[in-house]
């Protein structure tokens, strides 16, 4: 089994996740070959190798210094084609399934998006997905020959330890579109800089609507920095306007799947459940002993978040140093 | 011209989902307009308003989605089409799309293809990008807000989440597009709409309509059965203590031990 992966990289900045894709391959295959697409992406090509690539398939060219569409799926569909895997997986990041689903399309080939479990049974894939808001899992499977299409949820599989010292190929491949055929310009970018990005968090300390107001996310922040986590919120925070929707988790949000939740004045509505039910360990702190979070929780603390948080970041403070 | 919408009718959010011992999974009757779809049905009909373009939204599902196609028609739509072939039935990405593209190449004259950002049931939205792709027509994803549209000089320009933040990013028309809560209100249909959008005549379009045979499509994926999600273990661990810094060290130690950080 051949497996090619695509390295995700924004800006010189890999996604953790394509790592992740990585160790999951070299279990599924003999060979692993890295897509490193980009401009200037000769460290993240080395990188790759280290993560357990065995070669490297890389563009460096100026139309692919930003993830976009055409480009992408058409360089990807193109190596796809002219090398045939049996096998091609990414992060589940928005880009990854766009930029996959399109690659699959083009070569009419099967594709599993945003699974959390990934097998091979007689060289075909299965796998599961969470489904219907995170309520249940959909168990699906490729039936048709040729290349097979996967996606992988952020930290649904374990991140591989990079090795220095191993070697592999690098061989450089031109993009298929020239500038001036590519339909999109990207004008600007604003990025959410200095913030832990939610999905790859392995600590998110979350507010909602208990929170009160744009300043009472301040004890959430604080406790965030402590523990080196992200910032998120509850729709309800978001819509009142007193965060940003890039922190929203939820149904309608982000869905992510850190070690450690603490959700703090949130109620656990059924679509805020949607967004963060996979986390290992979620902590609840409520002041409503009723709340529906509570049955989602493995540790609980009724009361009021605004003596909780402090008092937590002043302990993880005393303890972590 | 032409603005196309996607739509379709999704579980209520709120239902509950049991799965039997065979994999079956219940989740009740009640269908309701995938949250999504809202939007980008919303965002075509502000778009007819504020442009000399024709809005015409599409489903692709059986009967019992012609719900979200009377929704379209009801707040402003001039037209509503549903897809459906028993050829379909394998919920597969790809046959969508190749059944989606047709339709739309079918209406002709078509600038722009909205849909909602993911399905909130099968949570994919796989079938959007591949839609761009059988199209052959340029995606943008995401799209938080329609900066400028110019219908006749073929060219838009959207403000677009990422995974880092957010992009301006300028295109060529015809483009098809995802749509996030952002992009507007969603339009909540009037009594009188609703009586009219009753008696509109839903044409169904099937294989042999858009021109496609059955074979192209065949699904690449099966869907095997539906799985509980593992269980949680045990109840909720209430933390007590005299004080809340005793609550917070009574906590923190617990996670310690438990090696979650
Ligand atoms: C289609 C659809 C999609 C949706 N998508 C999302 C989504 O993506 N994400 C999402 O989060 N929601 C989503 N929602 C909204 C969801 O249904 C809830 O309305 C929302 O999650 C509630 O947010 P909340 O828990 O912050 O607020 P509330 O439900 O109002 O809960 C606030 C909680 O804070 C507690 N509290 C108040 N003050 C304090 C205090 N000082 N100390 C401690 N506790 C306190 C209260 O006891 C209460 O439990 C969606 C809804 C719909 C219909
Ligand atoms: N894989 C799926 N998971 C959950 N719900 C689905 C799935 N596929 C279809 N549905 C829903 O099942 C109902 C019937 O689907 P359909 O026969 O495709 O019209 C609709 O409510 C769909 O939204």
Known sequence: ?321 | MHVVVIAKNTPDTEATVSVDASGNADWGDKLVVNPWDEYAITEAVLLKGAHNVTATVITLGTEEHAEALKHGLAIGCDQAIRIWDDALAGHDGLAYATAVAAAVNKLGDVSLVIFGKELSDIASDQHIFQTARKLGWNMLGFVAQIEAIDFAAKTIRVSRLTEQGSQVVSSALPAVISVVKDINEPKYPTFIGIRKAARAEIPVWDAAALGLDAAALSSKTAHIRYQALPAREGAVEIIDGATVQEQAEALVDKLLEDKVL
């Open chain 1, 1 to 321: 089994m051949n497996v090619f992966v695509w390295i995700e990289q924004h800006n010189g900045t890999p996604v953790a996740a394509s790592w992740e894709a990585i160790g999951l391959a070299r279990q599924l295959g003999d060979t692993v070959t890295a897509l490193v697409l980009g401009q200037g992406v000769d460290d993240i090509a080395q990188a790759a190798i280290h993560y357990g690539a065995d070669a490297v398939l890389k563009a460096d060219d100026a139309t692919l210094a930003q993830v976009r569409f055409e480009p992408y799926v058409t360089l990807i569909a193109h190596l796809v084609q002219q090398h045939n895997p049996d096998i091609v997986l990414a992060a589940a990041t928005i880009s990854g399934r766009e930029v996959l689903a399109g690659a699959a399309a083009d070569v009419n080939a099967a594709m599993l998006p945003d699974v959390i479990e990934l097998s091979l049974e007689d060289g075909k894939l299965s796998a599961a997905r969470p489904v219907l808001g995170g309520k249940v899992l959909s168990v699906e499977a490729v039936t048709a020959d040729g290349p097979q299409f996967a996606t992988l949820r952020s930290r649904a599989f374990p991140m591989p330890e990079p090795d220095a010292n191993r070697s592999g190929t690098i061989t450089e491949v031109s993009p298929v579109l020239a500038d001036d055929v590519i339909a999109s310009r990207v004008e600007s970018a604003a990025e959410l800089s200095g913030q832990v990005s939610l999905t790859d968090a392995s600590v998110i300390v979350a507010g909602g609507r208990g929170v009160g107001g744009p300043e009472g996310f301040a004890p959430v922040k604080e406790l965030a920095d402590v523990l080196g986590g992200a910032l998120a919120a509850s729709r309800a925070a978001v819509d009142a306007g007193w965060i940003p929707y890039e922190h929203q988790v939820g149904q309608t949000g982000k869905v992510v799947s850190p070690d450690l939740y603490i959700a703090a004045g949130i109620s656990g509505a059924i679509q805020h459940q949607a967004g963060m039910r996979t986390s290992k360990v979620i902590v609840a702190i409520n002041r409503d002993a009723d709340a529906p979070i509570f049955r989602l929780a493995r540790y609980g603390i009724v009361g009021d978040l605004f003596d909780v948080l402090p008092a937590l970041a002043e302990a993880f403070r005393n303890r972590l140093g």
